[in-house]
């Protein structure tokens, strides 16, 4: 990375900090009452444009209908593959070093709320300054300066998460990555890869690996520099990574994201050396509009440890020193903040006390009067659903079975159905999911037992009125309820 590399990535480290003092027209207040541990599951898109960090990909998902976008700029400082010979040099002989610059834009889609899709498609450019160097990359030899440039591969992808509701979460990803990339260098080999992907996040933790079946090169597919072999049989990629997402409360809202990667080579004629990428980085949420600011620097120490004498502070490349910087979109999904109650109402002075009234005549008694019949209410909320879910369990029925046995012997009695949610289900496709669910239970009472619609009243009132703590999962479970007030005469 050259000197004049790092003025982009100085330019959005500082950013946010001119935006943290400034009105940007932002609603703040649901940020402003986070807690760390939702901080930490708010999601964005990687770079490859799956739910993740910067490049580390978690166990989160979009929600159903929400969509992600990303714009990241990166480069990486790596190492090409031996080549069979050595150009003659007075130098001691080393691996040919070279620069990955990439821009990569990306889109995201939630089918359901824990199954996504993805694309991503970048801009490449790789450059060498290797002087009597030489080496493979991709396959394609290079030797001395050089610098290509073109479209990468297209890459799909799709994600399937499981228990995304809790704190501990895994996911398993399918992807390919498309011959849509510059084949004439060593940009893109011509060929498809294909590969799947295991996801563990634990709180702030993730832990993930993937497997990249990679396409051998040939002549067929791809074009070979003159007098260099025309195939190469390129080795699979084994890539394990790890990353730390913590929240802090710099700049508003801020996630600190540390990341470590590696790639292992498995079979094939020509494999680089493996690397290993050390990144940390800042993640700024623009207020509560799903925008945020991504900055992070990256380190191989790979190649620091075999080429680093030349490491100063204008040549990071021989300091094995890159970085990357984006910007995306992801719908975060905060509750409401609550408005302050208003302040009680001054009490009236009490007036004075009247004069003293004459002493009345005792009137004769009145006859006995009946006082009215006031109708008994019955109440139930242990009616409770899955998330995100209007469907009735087991043991839902079996309470609406007995509300249906009382309503039978007493014909006149009426019922009142209200409908419930959690604070995590009030947006999207959910807006009315506590209304279905009181629709729900009063379609059973009619289509199972045959009572009288007329006689049933409905009505959804979102998360208002929580009787559990919704911080935490079984509070959120009280909440997912429907109440029932059942009039009896």
């Not at 890459?155 to 499981?162: E, V």
């Not at 009234?357 to 009067?369: D, G, I, W, Y």
Request: glycine letters at 10%.
């Amino acid at each position: 990375m050259r000197f004049r590399s790092l003025i982009p990535l100085l330019c959005f480290l500082v950013v946010p900090s001119l935006l943290a003092q400034t009105d940007t027209g932002m609603t703040t207040s649901s940020l402003a009452s986070v807690t760390a541990a939702d901080q930490a599951r708010l999601v964005a898109p990687t770079a490859s444009g799956q739910t993740g960090l910067f490049n580390v990909i978690t166990a989160d998902t979009l929600r159903r209908g929400d969509w992600s976008f990303g714009v990241y700029y990166q480069n990486w400082d790596l190492e090409a593959a031996k080549a069979p010979f050595n150009i003659p040099s007075a130098r001691t002989h080393k691996n040919m070093g070279y620069d990955l610059y990439q821009l990569e834009g990306s889109v995201g889609y939630g089918v359901t709320d824990n199954w996504e899709i993805s694309a991503s498609l970048p801009y490449e450019k790789i450059t060498g300054h290797g002087g009597d160097r030489n080496g493979f990359i991709n396959g394609y030899y290079y030797q001395g300066k050089f610098s290509d440039s073109g479209m990468g591969p297209l890459h799909l992808a799709t994600k399937w998460g499981f228990g995304s509701s809790m704190a501990s979460r895994f996911a398993v990803s399918l992807f390919a990555d498309l011959a849509t990339g510059e084949k004439n260098s060593g940009i893109g080999t011509g060929t498809t890869d294909f590969g799947v992907g295991l996801h563990y996040t634990a709180s702030q933790f993730t832990v993930g690996g993937e497997y990249a079946i990679v396409g051998d090169r040939s002549a067929k597919n791809s074009n070979f520099p003159f007098l260099a072999p025309d195939s190469a049989k390129l080795p699979n990629e084994l890539r394990l990574e790890a990353g730390w997402n913590h929240p802090i409360g710099f700049w508003r809202t801020t996630n600190w994201i540390t990341e470590v990667s590696t790639v292992m080579y498995n079979g094939g004629d020509i494999k680089p050396p493996a690397p290993i990428f050390l990144v940390t980085g800042l993640r700024h949420w623009l207020g509560d509009s799903g925008w945020s600011l991504n900055a992070g620097v990256r380190w191989n120490p790979a190649k620091f440890s075999r080429d680093h004498k030349e490491c100063r502070v204008t040549e990071l490349d021989d300091c094995a020193l890159s970085g990357l910087v984006g910007l995306t979109f992801s719908p975060l999904h905060l509750a409401a903040v609550a408005p302050p109650p208003p302040p009680p109402a001054p009490l009236p002075e009490a007036p004075p006390p009247p004069p003293p009234a004459p002493t009345p005549v005792a009137p004769p008694e009145p006859p006995p009067v009946t006082p009215p019949h006031v109708p008994t209410e019955l109440r139930t909320d242990e009616i409770h659903f899955e998330s995100g879910s209007a469907r009735l369990t087991n043991i839902a029925k079996a309470i609406l079975d007995d509300v249906a046995l009382r309503m039978k012997q007493e014909p006149t009695s009426t019922a009142n159905v209200i409908g419930y949610n959690d604070d995590k289900e009030n947006t999207g496709p959910n807006h009315d999911l506590d209304r279905r669910r009181a629709e729900a239970v009063r379609d059973y009472l009619v289509s199972r037992h045959g009572i009288d619609p007329s006689r049933i009243t409905v009505e959804g009132r979102d998360a208002r009125e929580p009787i559990g703590d919704n911080t935490t999962a079984e509070g959120r479970l009280r909440n997912r309820r429907v109440q029932i007030r059942l009039m009896l005469p």
